[in-house]
């Protein structure tokens, strides 16, 4: 575990503040002099995860480096309702070139920097799980490879969503996307195809890989402060559920991200130097089906009648990621 | 022209787009009425005191607790606790064990000297309170803070009624009652013992009162007609425990009866125990579900060897049975529960029989006063507790409630209010109450799973033998453990979730204290601050369109 867990203290560290805590073991969130790093007046949807994702890691990561960042985006949700021409709601350095060469573009940032002697400016890189999974995979992987001196953070929210909701190689099997549509004897994204990011840049054995979640704060914020101040190319892979794409309600947006973690479905750990070093263990388990009903995307799995076997599937995924991540207490 | 290659507008903060204009439904802050609040008799505002010693500020919560109770030393040992009954978080592990967080309050208030503060200047009025029990000494104590000059008439030899002669001290020690009551004597209360007041309005008028709150309790033991000759083995429960508190012993004997089901039969069975009886059995004619006694009670008597014999009644009148002899009859319950006899009888043995089949008031005080309205031998009084007559109010088992110290309490203070408007010639302002926090609001996930403190208790060797107090209470620690486990049920506590959760950066935080406001500038109305608030304190309300 990145952080302490305190206990005992009504709401110990669950919640995003307490005030019965000592001021240094609150959260960056929970400080009116955190960054804004995202302002509003924003045009993401109600409820976006991905906002407030974004939000949650750029200030953790302004706080950690006394605000001494350049951040490279992707294209993407966030670049789009963020900064339609001339105006922007970033309050970070922030850099935007084209949808798959983030990678490449911090790469060069980190090496501008050490050419002009500013080891103390860190390199954010940041996109969806498009520009990073699919579109912008080649320049990450060659970014890993090459131990860049870059935090590059994915916000996953499983598919393309301002262009429409296409599938991506995130997308979990059986959900409906406006290409994988829900009809025929396998509706939704096929099984057996896609990736799941983090292993791949575990196999990169790089210092540092995470995943995390919009559902457990003090967590994703532990993690981009370890991860901020490590030498080389590091990865966080946070999962940010998207009202819009999943077909949910806004305010059920870190409701399903907890479900998603506490099924087992996103496992939350950590990996140096490729090896997994830690995971976070679920509290209240529940079964996949707690996450999918919630969802738009999946209610073929349950309408007009119960899809057991393809459920079982999802719930069979579930599982091995308790197993292979030990996420049972 | 200064700008670069095929820029044309200067940069601008996404902050003159106010998003506001999206939202259909608004964010609101709200205090909802804590469960447990709601069943407290005496109104207290537990989830209020409980935030204040949630933080170790124990001063403060005290304070914020004798705002309604003046004495939770008392009720945080002998009170039945509906407020833990109705306790959100019995739903996710178990209650709150408030009454001891109470207790530990009321017991660093009389180890630390804690005293009252009067909150409002001198009136000029004077109020005549009859009866030093639970009832008496709130309302004195809520008049006397409100600039009222209070004189307490009591017919006993020692104040505390019902809770010094009806609760034994292995419940409520006397030092803990005493501690209490001097308190609001400290206050200014004049408290007159030995005074019994004959005529009520003729005592009014002599002493130049200008209100009066009666409160004499129920004081009369209800008899079953009993056969001559054996009134020196039958006695009454009150009696009972009146002379052992006055320092007598009662001569029980070996094996002791007591006839009756509620709260006092149970004392009076655990006080005959500790008097030396071997064996002490009560007589109930129904079974131990529908016995008036507090279940906790009940099984404290039972680990303390007292026998239960249900649905058995005695048997009265000349045949009563011979010598150490009585005669019981079984019952069974009908259809709707009550007991019927069998006619099926059996003798048994013992050395005295304790009737505990409850009381009555006397109200010969109250022959001078015209137009009250008597039923089931208690006074009628309306919402503001004033009796038919003007200026008279009552309170207390006197008139028709619930008899227990909590209740009691809770008129007093009740009492004190509406004397006060009356005196003033005000309609006393009573605020609508908030709808009641419903557990199905919380988002208990928030919440650290944390089993409830457990209170030790005296062991059974020493129960049987002493009148030491059997409960003990908790310490620091557990005391600070146990306030934190409260989910501050409607209420907010500044977790500060909802300025972390919005993605809009649209909740604006006040500092310690002062909460939280909603930019409505940029709030779009997606409802996350309302689901991952912990107590349910916001609502989404629909924006008028």
Known sequence: MSFQSVRFYQTGTYTVGNRLLDEAQRTVQATVARANSLTSGHRACQGCGEALGARYAMDAAMHATERQMVVVNATGCLEVFSTPYPETSWQVPWMHSLFGNAPAVATGVAAALRVKGRRNVRVVAQGGDGGTTDIGFGCLSGMFERNDDVLYICYDNEAYMNTGVQRSSATPAAAHTATTPAMGTAPGNEFGQGKFLPEIAMAHRIPYVATASVADLRDLEAKVEEAIHLRGARYIHVLVPCPLGWGAASHDTIRLARLATESGLFPIFEARNGEVSDARTIRHRVPVDEFLRLQKRFVHLFEPKLDTARIAQIQAHADRNIKRYALLP | ?545
Request: with cysteine; hydrophobic share 40%; net charge negative.
């Open chain 2, 1 to 545: 022209m200064d700008k670069p290659f095929a820029i044309t507008l200067d940069p601008g903060s996404s902050l003159a787009n106010h998003t506001g204009s999206w939202r259909t439904t608004r964010p609101t802050y709200v205090d909802h009425l804590p469960p447990c609040n709601q069943g407290c008799p005496t109104g207290e505002n537990i989830q209020a005191w409980l935030y204040h010693a949630e933080s170790g500020q124990y001063e403060a919560a005290w304070r914020a607790l004798v705002r309604d109770n003046p004495m939770p030393a008392v009720t945080g040992r002998v009170c039945y606790h509906p407020c833990e009954s109705a306790c959100n978080r019995a739903r996710l592990d178990s209650a709150v064990s408030i009454h001891a967080v109470e207790r530990f309050l009321g017991d660093e208030a009389i180890a630390k000297g804690w005293q009252f503060e009067a909150r409002r200047a001198p009136s000029g009025k004077r109020v005549l309170v009859v009866g030093a029990g639970p009832s008496g000494l709130a309302a004195a104590y809520h008049l006397a803070r409100l600039g009222h000059q209070v004189e307490i008439r009591e017919a006993g030899p020692m104040a505390g009624g019902m809770m010094r002669f009806g609760i034994p001290k292995y419940r409520l020690p006397r030092e803990v009652l005493d501690a209490e009551i001097h308190r609001i004597e400290q206050l200014g209360v004049t408290l007159k013992l030995n005074t019994k007041v004959d005529h009520l309005l003729k005592a009014r008028d002599e002493g130049r009162f200008d209100a009066a709150f009666v409160a004499v309790g129920a004081h009369v033991s209800k008899r079953a007609w009993l056969p001559a000759g054996e009134a020196a083995r039958i006695m009454d429960a009150l009696s009972v425990l009146r002379s052992v508190e006055l320092g007598e012993k009662p001569l029980l004997g070996r094996r002791v009866l007591v006839y009756g089901g509620g709260n006092t039969a149970i004392d009076v069975a655990r006080t005959a125990r500790r008097l030396g009886a071997e064996e002490a059995v009560i007589i109930y004619r129904r079974t131990r579900d529908r016995m008036p006694a507090h279940d906790s009670e009940v099984q404290e008597a039972l680990d303390e060897g007292v026998m239960f014999r249900w649905l058995s009644t005695i048997k009265m009148g000349a045949d009563a049975g011979s010598r150490e002899q009585f005669t019981i009859e079984k019952m069974m319950l009908d259809d709707t529960g009550f007991p019927q006899p069998t006619g099926e009888f059996e003798q048994i043995e013992a050395d005295s029989l304790v009737l505990a089949l409850g009381q009555d008031v006397d109200l010969t005080l109250l022959d001078d006063v015209p137009g009250l309205q008597l039923k089931d031998g208690v006074v009628g009084v309306g919402p503001n507790m004033m009796t038919a007559c003007p200026g008279i109010f009552a309170g207390g088992d006197m008139v028709p409630a619930e008899r227990t110290v909590t209740v009691a309490l809770g008129h007093g203070k009740k009492a004190a209010r509406h004397i006060d408007a009356w005196l003033r010639g005000e309609v006393p302002a009573v605020a609508d109450k908030h709808p009641v926090a419903q557990f199905e609001h919380l988002n208990t996930w928030y919440y650290t799973d944390a089993p409830r403190s457990v209170q030790p208790e005296l062991e059974r060797v020493r129960r049987e033998s002493t009148f030491d107090e059997v409960v003990s209470g908790l310490n620091a620690d557990t005391a600070l453990f146990e306030a934190r486990r409260c989910l501050s049920c409607g209420n907010c506590f500044e977790c500060d979730n909802c300025y972390g959760v919005c993605p809009d950066n649209a909740v604006i935080k006040l500092g310690p204290g002062k909460r939280f406001r909603i930019n409505l500038d940029y709030c779009k109305g997606c409802g996350l601050c309302a689901a991952e608030c912990p107590c349910g304190a916001i609502n989404m309300v629909p924006e008028a369109i």
